[in-house]
C-alpha cells in the first residue's frame, strides 16, 4: 500500500438503516457493528468481569476510566490527518492577507497541496502550522472556526464529510463503555482544541474529557469582554511518551483501558496496561484496503512496527478491521 | 488581626449530631449549616433558575460546571497554608540526609520553624520547597506521602487535623450543587498532586476535577515498572490570570458558577461571571475571629482587597462567614 496515494484510497458505504442484531436470548447486542469471533469476545468478556461486583476483577464506577486515541482509532487519518487538512484549508482561507507566505514553508507546500511535505512533518509540523494560522484567536472564535469547518469540508476520496469518517464500531464500543458505567476519554497527539470543537458531535465526549496538544494560552479583558486567546508557543505534546504525561496530568489516576492504533500509542497501552487489576489494552489495525485502507509498518502516518511485534507478549488485543468489523462507517447521511 | 501570630488563631468546635434542618413544607434543606438570609437566599435562587427547564435561565446539566478555590475557600488557609505546613514536615523527615539544608533558604527557615519566611515566600516559594523535597518521587509514591502525613498531622491550634478543617457550609454546598446535576471543580493555586491526593475524602471531588499548580513530570520505565516521575521544574501556576487559563486548559469551556475567598481568585470570578446567561460569583468573606480568623486586605495569606472592593458592582455574592454560617466545620471526630 501507498498510504499517501490517494487513488488507492476507497471506503465502502453502507446505506439505509441497521437492523439491531440480538443474542441467543434475545438482548439487544450493545456491540452490533462488530462481528462474532476473540476480539468482540475479549472486550465483552472485560467489560463484565470490571463490573461482576462478585468477581475479583471487579472495578468501581469511579475507576473505571478508558482512554482512546484519536487518529487512526476512532476515525480515519488517512491519506493525512484531518487536522492537517484543517490547516490547510486554514491558510488559503488566510492567504491573501499574508503574501509572504508563498515563499515560507510549510505554507508554501500547504497552499500548493504539497500534502507529502506536510505529511513528513508529522503531528510537530501539523501543530507548528495551525498555531501559525491561529495565533492570536480566542479559543471560543478557534472553536467556532473549526465547527464551521467541519461543517463543509470534504475528504478528497471517501466524498463525504471528515465528520463522518468515525468508526462506527468504536462509536459503539464508548457507549457501551459508558452504559457500564465508564468514563471515556480521548488521549490525542493532535491539537486539542481542534478536537474538542468537535467532540461532543462526534463522540458523545465532553471537551472536559479530551486530552491532546496544546499551546499556550493567556487570559486578558479584550474590548471590556475577558477571553483566552491562543498564544504561538507549543505547551505540551500529547504523544508517544507524552501520551501517559498527559493522562497522568489531566486524569491524575491510572485508566483500566486503552485503545490505540500506532506506535504514537505505545508507551499509553504500556502504562494502562501495567496495572494492578484487570486491564485491555486494545491496538485497531489497519488492514482493509477494500473499506477503509491497510497501512501499518510503512506508513508515514499511524505508523505501527513495535505495537505488533509485542502486542502478544504483552497481552494486548489486535483488532482487525477486515475480520472484527462488520461494517466500518455509518451509513452516509 | 495580625494573620501570622497563631495565638490569635482560634477555633471554636461543635460537638455532637447535628439535627437535620427542614423547610416550612417539611422537605430537607440540602444546606443545614448557613445561616436564612440572603447569601443562601441567592444561592438557592440561582440553582433553581438553571434547573427549571421552563425558564429562561436553564441550564442542560452538561454544562452545569462550579470551580472552587480551595484555600480559605473550603477549607482553612491561617497561619499559613495547610500545603506549606505539608513541605515543612517533609523537609524536617528529609533533613537528616541533607545536611546541606541547615544553611540553605528556604529550607533552612522550614526547620527552624520561621514560617513568617516561608509564608512571605507565596505560593511560588511553597512550590519550590515542595518541589525540592519531591523531586524523583514518582507520582504514586508523592500520593501516598501526602496521605499518610494527612491521617496524622494536626494543626498548629486547632488541635485536630488539618483535614478535618473543611468547612461544613461548603462541603453541603458541594453536595447540593452536584444534587443537581453539577460537576464540581477545584481550581486552586495549591499543587495539583497534593490536592488530588486528598479531594475524594475531603470533598467526594476525583482528581480529574482537580486543577492546580504543577511540576512537570516524565514517563519511564522504572525496574520493569511503568511509572509517572516528577520532576524539579515548574509546569504552571494555578494563580491569578493562570485561574481562567487552567480552567480553558483542563476543563475547555466557561463554568457557570465560582466561589472563592481572595484576590488570586479575581479573575476567575471575572472570566465565570462574564456570561452568557445565568452566572454566579462568591467570596468567601473570612469575617470571623471567634470561630475561625478575620482577616482580608492585609493579610500575607489569602488577600482580598479588590474584590471587595468591586464584588458590589460585579454581581459578586460576599458570603460573611460569621453572618451567613450557622456552623463553621464539623464536629470533631
Known sequence: ???????????????????LATD???AADPLPSWNAGPAKQRIVAFVKAVTDKAGKDYVAPADRIAVFDNDGTLWSEQPVYFQ?????????????????WRETQPFKAALEGDVKTLAASGEKGLLELVMATHAGNTADE???IVRDWAKGA????????????????MRELLDYLRANGFKTYIVSGGGVEFLRALSWELYGIPPEQVIGSSVKTKYEVRDGRPVVVRLPEIDFIDDKAGKPVGIHKYIGRKPIAAFGNSDGDF?????????????????VHHDDAAREFAYDRDSHVGRLARGLDEAGKRGWLVVSMKNDWKIVFAPAR
Open 84 to 100: 492537517l487538512a484543517f490547516a490547510i484549508d486554514r491558510v488559503k482561507a488566510l492567504a491573501p492577507s499574508r503574501p509572504e
Open 1 to 19: 500500500m501507498k498510504p499517501l496515494d490517494v487513488r488507492h484510497f476507497a471506503f465502502a458505504f453502507l446505506v439505509g438503516a441497521l437492523p
Open 154 to 169: 470534504t475528504h478528497p476520496t471517501a466524498k463525504r464529510r471528515y465528520v463522518e469518517l468515525v468508526y462506527r464500531p
Open 142 to 144: 478557534f472553536a467556532q
Open 267 to 283: 508507551e499509553m497501552l504500556e502504562y494502562v496496561t501495567s496495572g494492578p487489576g484487570a486491564r485491555l489494552g486494545a491496538i
Open 24 to 26: 441467543a436470548a434475545g
